[in-house]
């Protein structure tokens, strides 16, 4: 009879497999940039389908903004696994600092809004912050581990 200690793990699902070597490539600033891209993909449907500021922005339209945010999901996307990322995190940056601009402008005529433009340019210096990191690429972050 073998004991479990002499046991050792089959194989890995090929799809397992394939999960880690992508978790390698995006690594965990592609791991950010892929949440941006979520976060920016469903701000981005919530102000294209209305409702969502009390009054009209100073720029533009809603819907104007929710297919900016909308196609902003698609750049972020396309820099998951880049290598050089700086100019996707820089892009994420100057959106989430236009936005926080729009509703400090609409902070004149909503009393609130002030508030909701602070925490957008806090999320900016968020990923200014995640983006100031460096990737540790290495073997040791695919390693499985039982």
Known sequence: ?????????GPASPVRARLLRLRYLCGRRGAFLFLLAAYDLFNGIYLAAGGALQHAPPAGTEFGWGVVFIVSAGVLLTGVLAQRDTWWFAYATLLKCAWAVEYLLLARSVPWDWLRGLEWLTLACVVVLVSSWPEVRSARNVRERH
């Open 1 to 9: 009879m073998i004991s479990a200690s002499e046991q050792r793990p």
